[in-house]
Protein backbone atom coordinates (compact mmCIF):
# COMPACT_ATOMS: atom_id res chain seq x y z
CA UNK A 1 0.00 0.00 0.00
CA UNK A 2 0.91 3.22 -0.81
CA UNK A 3 0.15 6.49 0.69
CA UNK A 4 0.31 9.61 -1.44
CA UNK A 5 0.02 13.74 -0.18
CA UNK A 6 -2.12 15.64 -3.01
CA UNK A 7 -3.15 19.26 -3.15
CA UNK A 8 -6.90 19.03 -2.83
CA UNK A 9 -8.65 19.26 -6.38
CA UNK A 10 -11.94 18.21 -5.52
CA UNK A 11 -14.34 20.83 -6.81
CA UNK A 12 -17.70 19.93 -5.39
CA UNK A 13 -19.74 22.50 -4.07
CA UNK A 14 -21.18 20.82 -1.25
CA UNK A 15 -20.30 18.48 1.62
CA UNK A 16 -22.46 15.95 3.51
CA UNK A 17 -22.18 16.39 7.36
CA UNK A 18 -23.58 13.56 9.46
CA UNK A 19 -24.88 13.79 12.73
CA UNK A 20 -26.44 12.17 15.65
CA UNK A 21 -26.58 14.24 18.95
CA UNK A 22 -28.61 14.38 21.89
CA UNK A 23 -29.06 17.65 23.34
CA UNK A 24 -28.99 16.80 27.72
CA UNK A 25 -31.27 19.53 28.88
CA UNK A 26 -32.90 20.86 26.04
CA UNK A 27 -36.63 20.99 24.84
CA UNK A 28 -36.82 19.65 21.16
CA UNK A 29 -39.67 22.68 20.96
CA UNK A 30 -36.53 25.32 21.07
CA UNK A 31 -33.93 23.27 19.41
CA UNK A 32 -32.77 24.45 16.31
CA UNK A 33 -29.68 23.31 13.81
CA UNK A 34 -28.19 26.91 12.05
CA UNK A 35 -25.45 26.61 9.28
CA UNK A 36 -22.84 29.51 8.57
CA UNK A 37 -20.13 30.06 6.32
CA UNK A 38 -17.53 32.43 5.03
CA UNK A 39 -19.51 32.83 1.85
CA UNK A 40 -22.09 34.71 4.05
CA UNK A 41 -25.10 32.19 3.78
CA UNK A 42 -26.63 31.81 7.14
CA UNK A 43 -29.47 29.76 7.15
CA UNK A 44 -31.84 27.63 9.86
CA UNK A 45 -32.02 23.84 8.66
CA UNK A 46 -35.27 21.68 8.76
CA UNK A 47 -34.66 19.38 5.88
CA UNK A 48 -33.37 15.99 6.53
CA UNK A 49 -33.12 16.30 10.23
CA UNK A 50 -35.37 14.44 12.83
CA UNK A 51 -35.76 15.70 16.74
CA UNK A 52 -37.31 13.25 19.25
CA UNK A 53 -38.22 14.27 23.00
CA UNK A 54 -36.37 12.64 25.55
CA UNK A 55 -37.47 11.94 28.92
CA UNK A 56 -35.74 11.73 32.07
CA UNK A 57 -35.04 8.06 31.92
CA UNK A 58 -33.37 8.65 28.29
CA UNK A 59 -36.53 7.19 26.50
CA UNK A 60 -36.94 8.11 22.60
CA UNK A 61 -40.01 9.37 21.61
CA UNK A 62 -40.99 10.76 18.44
CA UNK A 63 -41.41 14.77 18.11
CA UNK A 64 -44.51 15.81 16.81
CA UNK A 65 -43.12 18.34 14.63
CA UNK A 66 -40.17 16.69 13.29
CA UNK A 67 -38.70 18.66 9.98
CA UNK A 68 -41.20 21.57 10.44
CA UNK A 69 -40.33 25.05 11.39
CA UNK A 70 -41.32 26.50 14.23
CA UNK A 71 -45.25 27.64 14.23
CA UNK A 72 -46.12 31.54 13.82
CA UNK A 73 -48.35 32.57 16.56
CA UNK A 74 -50.51 35.47 17.33
CA UNK A 75 -48.43 37.61 20.13
CA UNK A 76 -51.48 39.81 20.63
CA UNK A 77 -54.94 40.11 20.25
CA UNK A 78 -55.35 42.65 17.25
CA UNK A 79 -58.96 43.43 18.29
CA UNK A 80 -57.78 44.76 22.14
CA UNK A 81 -56.65 48.09 21.05
CA UNK A 82 -56.69 50.20 24.30
CA UNK A 83 -53.01 50.56 25.30
CA UNK A 84 -52.58 49.24 29.23
CA UNK A 85 -52.14 52.71 31.06
CA UNK A 86 -56.32 52.64 29.59
CA UNK A 87 -56.85 49.46 31.05
CA UNK A 88 -55.52 49.87 34.07
CA UNK A 89 -57.81 53.37 34.62
CA UNK A 90 -60.46 51.55 36.15
CA UNK A 91 -58.74 48.83 38.36
CA UNK A 92 -55.97 46.35 37.46
CA UNK A 93 -58.20 43.09 36.96
CA UNK A 94 -55.11 41.13 36.51
CA UNK A 95 -53.32 40.42 39.54
CA UNK A 96 -49.73 41.51 40.04
CA UNK A 97 -48.69 38.67 42.38
CA UNK A 98 -45.42 37.88 44.42
CA UNK A 99 -44.74 34.06 45.59
CA UNK A 100 -46.83 34.02 48.68
CA UNK A 101 -49.47 35.55 47.61
CA UNK A 102 -49.66 33.01 44.40
CA UNK A 103 -49.78 30.14 46.54
CA UNK A 104 -52.65 31.91 48.44
CA UNK A 105 -54.58 32.40 45.20
CA UNK A 106 -54.27 28.67 44.41
CA UNK A 107 -55.59 27.47 47.67
CA UNK A 108 -58.43 30.23 46.48
CA UNK A 109 -58.87 29.12 43.48
CA UNK A 110 -59.65 25.97 41.19
CA UNK A 111 -58.32 27.27 38.23
CA UNK A 112 -55.14 29.93 38.41
CA UNK A 113 -53.88 31.27 34.79
CA UNK A 114 -50.50 33.04 35.49
CA UNK A 115 -47.88 35.21 33.33
CA UNK A 116 -44.44 35.10 34.08
CA UNK A 117 -42.84 38.24 32.78
CA UNK A 118 -40.16 40.22 32.63
CA UNK A 119 -40.55 44.31 31.96
CA UNK A 120 -37.95 44.07 29.20
CA UNK A 121 -39.32 41.45 27.42
CA UNK A 122 -40.67 42.77 24.45
CA UNK A 123 -43.35 39.92 23.83
CA UNK A 124 -44.39 40.34 27.30
CA UNK A 125 -45.18 44.02 26.94
CA UNK A 126 -46.99 43.66 23.47
CA UNK A 127 -49.14 40.61 25.44
CA UNK A 128 -49.89 42.81 28.58
CA UNK A 129 -53.03 44.92 27.04
CA UNK A 130 -54.69 40.80 26.08
CA UNK A 131 -53.83 39.64 29.37
CA UNK A 132 -55.50 42.60 31.11
CA UNK A 133 -58.83 42.35 28.72
CA UNK A 134 -58.97 38.75 29.68
CA UNK A 135 -58.88 39.07 33.08
CA UNK A 136 -61.64 41.64 32.69
CA UNK A 137 -63.43 38.99 30.55
CA UNK A 138 -63.23 36.51 33.12
CA UNK A 139 -64.13 39.50 35.74
CA UNK A 140 -67.65 40.66 33.60
CA UNK A 141 -68.75 36.73 33.51
CA UNK A 142 -68.40 36.36 37.04
CA UNK A 143 -70.67 39.50 37.32
CA UNK A 144 -73.08 38.18 35.25
CA UNK A 145 -73.16 35.47 36.88
CA UNK A 146 -73.59 36.96 40.27
CA UNK A 147 -76.45 39.67 38.48
CA UNK A 148 -78.28 36.40 37.61
CA UNK A 149 -78.26 34.58 40.98
CA UNK A 150 -79.23 37.50 42.98
CA UNK A 151 -82.18 38.59 40.21
CA UNK A 152 -83.50 35.19 41.32
CA UNK A 153 -82.97 35.49 44.75
CA UNK A 154 -83.80 38.98 45.08
CA UNK A 155 -86.52 40.23 42.36
CA UNK A 156 -87.06 43.49 43.59
CA UNK A 157 -83.41 43.85 42.81
CA UNK A 158 -82.35 45.42 46.56
CA UNK A 159 -79.86 42.89 48.15
CA UNK A 160 -78.51 44.59 50.93
CA UNK A 161 -75.06 43.46 50.28
CA UNK A 162 -72.38 45.79 50.62
CA UNK A 163 -69.69 46.84 47.82
CA UNK A 164 -67.07 44.93 49.81
CA UNK A 165 -69.35 42.06 50.23
CA UNK A 166 -70.23 42.13 46.11
CA UNK A 167 -66.89 42.32 44.83
CA UNK A 168 -66.09 39.46 47.20
CA UNK A 169 -68.61 37.56 45.76
CA UNK A 170 -67.67 37.94 42.19
CA UNK A 171 -64.23 36.59 43.39
CA UNK A 172 -65.84 33.49 44.49
CA UNK A 173 -67.68 33.51 41.17
CA UNK A 174 -64.36 33.65 38.95
CA UNK A 175 -63.99 30.91 36.25
CA UNK A 176 -60.40 31.26 36.50
CA UNK A 177 -58.35 33.44 38.17
CA UNK A 178 -55.85 35.82 36.02
CA UNK A 179 -52.77 36.83 37.37
CA UNK A 180 -49.17 37.38 36.70
CA UNK A 181 -45.92 37.54 38.19
CA UNK A 182 -42.66 39.85 37.85
CA UNK A 183 -39.45 37.67 37.29
CA UNK A 184 -37.23 40.71 37.64
CA UNK A 185 -38.53 41.30 41.00
CA UNK A 186 -39.04 37.13 41.95
CA UNK A 187 -36.27 35.74 39.56
CA UNK A 188 -35.10 32.76 41.92
CA UNK A 189 -39.11 31.84 42.10
CA UNK A 190 -39.36 32.05 38.67
CA UNK A 191 -35.89 30.45 37.61
CA UNK A 192 -35.30 27.56 40.28
CA UNK A 193 -38.68 26.99 41.74
CA UNK A 194 -40.85 27.28 38.78
CA UNK A 195 -38.40 26.57 36.12
CA UNK A 196 -39.10 29.15 33.78
CA UNK A 197 -37.07 29.17 30.52
CA UNK A 198 -38.59 32.00 28.85
CA UNK A 199 -40.71 35.01 28.66
CA UNK A 200 -43.50 35.46 28.66
CA UNK A 201 -44.48 32.23 30.48
CA UNK A 202 -48.25 31.37 30.32
CA UNK A 203 -48.90 28.49 33.14
CA UNK A 204 -52.00 27.49 34.41
CA UNK A 205 -52.92 25.73 37.70
CA UNK A 206 -55.51 23.51 39.11
CA UNK A 207 -56.06 22.83 42.32
CA UNK A 208 -52.92 24.01 43.58
CA UNK A 209 -50.96 21.97 41.10
CA UNK A 210 -49.10 23.10 37.52
CA UNK A 211 -51.54 21.59 34.42
CA UNK A 212 -49.26 23.07 31.48
CA UNK A 213 -47.87 25.98 30.09
CA UNK A 214 -50.25 27.50 26.67
CA UNK A 215 -48.11 27.52 23.88
CA UNK A 216 -50.70 28.59 21.36
CA UNK A 217 -52.34 32.23 20.18
CA UNK A 218 -52.46 34.52 22.48
CA UNK A 219 -55.66 36.09 21.72
CA UNK A 220 -58.57 36.29 23.70
CA UNK A 221 -60.52 33.55 21.64
CA UNK A 222 -58.09 31.49 21.84
CA UNK A 223 -57.40 31.34 25.59
CA UNK A 224 -61.13 31.00 26.45
CA UNK A 225 -61.38 28.25 24.28
CA UNK A 226 -58.21 26.77 25.91
CA UNK A 227 -59.44 27.29 29.29
CA UNK A 228 -62.77 25.68 28.38
CA UNK A 229 -61.18 22.67 26.76
CA UNK A 230 -59.08 22.35 30.49
CA UNK A 231 -62.49 22.40 32.36
CA UNK A 232 -64.24 19.77 30.24
CA UNK A 233 -61.16 17.58 30.61
CA UNK A 234 -60.78 17.97 34.25
CA UNK A 235 -64.33 18.90 35.16
CA UNK A 236 -66.78 17.65 33.15
CA UNK A 237 -69.66 18.50 34.77
CA UNK A 238 -69.06 21.72 35.60
CA UNK A 239 -69.41 24.42 32.69
CA UNK A 240 -67.92 27.88 34.40
CA UNK A 241 -65.36 28.11 31.75
CA UNK A 242 -67.56 26.79 28.79
CA UNK A 243 -69.92 29.77 29.57
CA UNK A 244 -66.84 32.42 29.84
CA UNK A 245 -66.06 30.99 26.39
CA UNK A 246 -69.02 31.35 24.82
CA UNK A 247 -69.74 34.56 25.38
CA UNK A 248 -65.81 35.49 24.14
CA UNK A 249 -67.03 33.86 20.84
CA UNK A 250 -70.36 36.17 20.63
CA UNK A 251 -68.28 39.26 21.27
CA UNK A 252 -64.91 38.00 19.26
CA UNK A 253 -65.98 36.30 16.34
CA UNK A 254 -66.81 38.40 13.95
CA UNK A 255 -63.17 39.90 14.13
CA UNK A 256 -60.74 37.05 15.08
CA UNK A 257 -62.80 34.40 13.26
CA UNK A 258 -63.99 31.04 14.79
CA UNK A 259 -60.67 29.64 17.14
CA UNK A 260 -58.60 26.85 15.96
CA UNK A 261 -58.15 24.13 18.53
CA UNK A 262 -55.25 24.59 20.54
CA UNK A 263 -51.79 22.51 20.16
CA UNK A 264 -51.50 19.80 22.24
CA UNK A 265 -49.19 20.32 25.20
CA UNK A 266 -46.20 18.07 25.80
CA UNK A 267 -46.15 17.33 29.31
CA UNK A 268 -42.52 16.23 30.29
CA UNK A 269 -42.22 18.93 33.67
CA UNK A 270 -38.48 19.25 34.53
CA UNK A 271 -35.50 18.71 32.22
CA UNK A 272 -36.47 17.02 28.90
CA UNK A 273 -33.79 16.37 26.47
CA UNK A 274 -33.64 15.92 23.06
CA UNK A 275 -31.82 14.07 19.99
CA UNK A 276 -31.29 15.48 16.98
CA UNK A 277 -29.95 13.54 13.74
CA UNK A 278 -29.98 13.34 10.23
CA UNK A 279 -27.72 15.21 7.69
CA UNK A 280 -26.40 18.71 6.37
CA UNK A 281 -25.09 19.48 2.72
CA UNK A 282 -22.85 22.70 3.57
CA UNK A 283 -21.19 24.57 1.62
CA UNK A 284 -17.22 23.37 0.63
CA UNK A 285 -15.51 26.10 2.43
CA UNK A 286 -14.61 27.18 6.38
CA UNK A 287 -18.20 27.15 8.24
CA UNK A 288 -19.60 26.14 11.43
CA UNK A 289 -23.29 24.53 12.10
CA UNK A 290 -24.56 25.23 15.60
CA UNK A 291 -26.96 23.93 17.91
CA UNK A 292 -28.95 26.49 20.45
CA UNK A 293 -32.34 27.41 21.91
CA UNK A 294 -34.27 29.88 20.06
CA UNK A 295 -38.33 30.39 19.99
CA UNK A 296 -40.57 32.18 18.05
CA UNK A 297 -42.81 32.32 20.90
CA UNK A 298 -41.14 33.90 24.03
CA UNK A 299 -37.86 35.18 25.12
CA UNK A 300 -35.30 32.85 26.35
CA UNK A 301 -33.49 33.21 29.09
CA UNK A 302 -29.75 32.74 28.46
CA UNK A 303 -28.90 31.77 31.81
CA UNK A 304 -31.16 28.78 32.00
CA UNK A 305 -29.98 27.69 28.22
CA UNK A 306 -27.97 24.26 29.18
CA UNK A 307 -26.72 22.95 25.91
CA UNK A 308 -24.84 20.59 27.41
CA UNK A 309 -24.30 17.22 24.72
CA UNK A 310 -23.77 13.71 23.63
CA UNK A 311 -22.11 13.00 20.57
CA UNK A 312 -23.52 9.30 19.17
CA UNK A 313 -22.27 10.28 15.73
CA UNK A 314 -20.47 12.93 13.58
CA UNK A 315 -18.78 12.48 10.29
CA UNK A 316 -18.24 14.14 7.07
CA UNK A 317 -19.02 12.45 3.83
CA UNK A 318 -21.15 10.14 2.09
CA UNK A 319 -21.69 7.22 5.01
CA UNK A 320 -21.77 4.39 1.96
CA UNK A 321 -18.03 5.16 2.16
CA UNK A 322 -17.37 4.69 5.80
CA UNK A 323 -19.39 1.12 5.57
CA UNK A 324 -17.38 0.16 2.45
CA UNK A 325 -14.41 0.85 5.06
CA UNK A 326 -15.84 -1.13 8.28
CA UNK A 327 -16.56 -3.63 5.69
CA UNK A 328 -12.55 -4.39 5.10
CA UNK A 329 -13.15 -3.86 1.09
CA UNK A 330 -11.35 -0.50 0.98
CA UNK A 331 -7.28 -0.56 0.27
CA UNK A 332 -6.80 1.30 3.41
CA UNK A 333 -4.45 1.72 6.66
CA UNK A 334 -6.21 -0.65 9.51
CA UNK A 335 -6.68 2.44 12.20
CA UNK A 336 -8.38 4.82 9.10
CA UNK A 337 -11.90 3.98 10.19
CA UNK A 338 -11.39 5.84 13.93
CA UNK A 339 -10.35 8.92 12.14
CA UNK A 340 -13.66 9.56 10.70
CA UNK A 341 -15.48 9.58 13.53
CA UNK A 342 -13.39 10.24 16.39
CA UNK A 343 -15.53 12.32 18.46
CA UNK A 344 -18.03 9.85 19.30
CA UNK A 345 -19.83 8.45 22.23
CA UNK A 346 -17.92 11.74 23.61
CA UNK A 347 -19.77 13.81 26.68
CA UNK A 348 -19.84 17.00 26.72
CA UNK A 349 -21.15 19.03 30.31
CA UNK A 350 -21.45 22.55 30.87
CA UNK A 351 -21.70 22.58 34.72
CA UNK A 352 -21.89 26.78 34.98
CA UNK A 353 -23.99 29.45 33.46
CA UNK A 354 -23.29 30.91 30.15
CA UNK A 355 -21.35 28.41 28.87
CA UNK A 356 -21.33 25.59 26.03
CA UNK A 357 -18.54 23.77 23.90
CA UNK A 358 -17.03 24.55 20.95
CA UNK A 359 -15.72 22.05 18.71
CA UNK A 360 -12.71 22.89 16.24
CA UNK A 361 -12.61 20.15 12.98
CA UNK A 362 -10.02 19.91 10.88
CA UNK A 363 -11.64 18.10 7.54
CA UNK A 364 -9.24 16.07 5.23
CA UNK A 365 -10.08 14.78 1.97
CA UNK A 366 -8.84 11.05 1.86
CA UNK A 367 -9.36 9.23 -1.54
CA UNK A 368 -9.10 5.51 -2.04
CA UNK A 369 -9.61 1.89 -4.03
CA UNK A 370 -11.97 -0.36 -2.97
CA UNK A 371 -12.80 -3.66 -4.47
CA UNK A 372 -14.00 -4.97 -6.65
CA UNK A 373 -11.73 -3.59 -9.41
CA UNK A 374 -10.00 -0.46 -8.71
CA UNK A 375 -12.87 1.88 -7.79
CA UNK A 376 -12.60 4.77 -6.33
CA UNK A 377 -14.21 6.56 -2.83
CA UNK A 378 -13.42 9.42 -1.12
CA UNK A 379 -14.43 9.96 2.75
CA UNK A 380 -12.88 12.51 5.14
CA UNK A 381 -10.60 12.73 8.08
CA UNK A 382 -11.53 14.74 11.20
CA UNK A 383 -8.84 16.07 13.15
CA UNK A 384 -11.02 17.58 16.51
CA UNK A 385 -9.98 20.07 19.54
CA UNK A 386 -12.94 21.20 22.15
CA UNK A 387 -12.68 23.95 24.59
CA UNK A 388 -15.15 25.58 26.85
CA UNK A 389 -16.32 28.89 25.52
CA UNK A 390 -18.22 31.69 28.01
CA UNK A 391 -20.98 33.84 26.99
CA UNK A 392 -22.11 37.39 27.68
CA UNK A 393 -24.87 37.57 30.27
CA UNK A 394 -27.32 38.50 27.35
CA UNK A 395 -26.18 35.58 24.90
CA UNK A 396 -27.89 32.63 24.51
CA UNK A 397 -25.12 30.05 24.52
CA UNK A 398 -25.09 27.37 21.34
CA UNK A 399 -22.98 24.21 20.86
CA UNK A 400 -20.78 24.87 17.90
CA UNK A 401 -19.03 22.86 15.32
CA UNK A 402 -16.56 24.76 13.48
CA UNK A 403 -14.84 22.57 10.70
CA UNK A 404 -12.51 23.77 7.88
CA UNK A 405 -11.27 21.69 4.82
CA UNK A 406 -7.48 21.21 4.40
CA UNK A 407 -5.69 21.95 1.64
CA UNK A 408 -4.15 18.97 1.49
CA UNK A 409 -5.43 15.50 0.38
CA UNK A 410 -4.31 11.79 1.06
CA UNK A 411 -4.69 8.84 -1.43
CA UNK A 412 -4.15 5.58 -0.15
CA UNK A 413 -3.77 2.71 -3.10
CA UNK A 414 -1.97 -0.46 -3.69
CA UNK A 415 1.09 -0.37 -6.28
CA UNK A 416 1.47 -3.34 -8.58
CA UNK A 417 4.82 -5.01 -10.08
CA UNK A 418 4.63 -5.26 -13.55
CA UNK A 419 5.75 -8.70 -15.03
CA UNK A 420 9.03 -7.68 -16.37
CA UNK A 421 10.00 -6.23 -12.39
CA UNK A 422 8.77 -9.21 -11.52
CA UNK A 423 11.43 -11.06 -14.05
CA UNK A 424 14.16 -8.30 -13.51
CA UNK A 425 14.18 -9.27 -9.43
CA UNK A 426 14.23 -13.38 -10.27
CA UNK A 427 17.06 -12.13 -12.67
CA UNK A 428 18.52 -10.61 -9.81
CA UNK A 429 18.31 -13.27 -7.09
CA UNK A 430 19.71 -15.77 -9.45
CA UNK A 431 22.91 -13.80 -10.52
CA UNK A 432 23.08 -13.16 -6.96
CA UNK A 433 23.33 -16.42 -6.02
CA UNK A 434 25.53 -17.58 -8.58
CA UNK A 435 27.92 -14.35 -7.80
CA UNK A 436 28.31 -15.93 -4.04
CA UNK A 437 28.53 -19.52 -4.81
CA UNK A 438 31.55 -18.53 -6.99
CA UNK A 439 33.08 -16.46 -4.19
CA UNK A 440 32.83 -19.10 -1.86
CA UNK A 441 34.21 -21.72 -4.73
CA UNK A 442 37.20 -19.25 -5.04
CA UNK A 443 37.75 -19.26 -0.63
CA UNK A 444 37.68 -22.86 -0.57
CA UNK A 445 39.92 -23.74 -3.67
CA UNK A 446 42.57 -20.84 -2.11
CA UNK A 447 42.45 -22.40 1.27
CA UNK A 448 43.00 -26.01 -0.49
CA UNK A 449 46.16 -24.95 -2.47
CA UNK A 450 48.00 -23.46 0.67
CA UNK A 451 47.98 -26.52 2.36
CA UNK A 452 49.20 -28.61 -0.26
CA UNK A 453 52.01 -26.33 -0.36
Same mark, same amino acid.
Given at each position: ???????? /????????????????????????????????????????????????????????????????????????????????????????????????????????????????????????????? !??????????? #??????????? $???????????????????????????????????????????????????????????????????????????????????????????????????? $?????????????????????????????????????????????????????????? !??????????????????????????? #?????????????????????????????????????????????????????????????????????? !???????????? !???????? /???????????????????????
Amino acid at each position: MVTEMLID /GDDSPKVRVNFNITMLDLRCEYAVVDVVSVLGTEQNVTQHVNKWNLDQEGVRKRYHGRNKNQKDILYFDESVTSTIEELHEDGEDAEMLDPDQLAKAMKENQFVFVDFFAGWCSHCQVLAPTWET !LAEVMHEVATE #SLEEKLADKYP $SGDHGYSEEEYHAAVKVLLPVKIAKVDCVAHEDFCLRQQQVLGYPTLRLFYNGEKYGDYNADRTIVHFTNYLARVEEDVKPDVFKLDHADTRVKESFESQ $SGLPRKAIPQWKDEEHPGCQISGFLMVDRVPGNFHIKARSNKKNLIPSMTNVSHEIHH !LSFGDPSMSRIIERGRAYVPDDLNGKL #SPMDGYVYVTSGYHQAHHHHLKIVTTEFNYSPGTKRGKTYQLLGQSQLAGYESDIVPEARFIYDLSPVSM !LFKQKSRKWYDY !LTSVMAII /GGTFTVVGMVESSIHSMTSKKRR
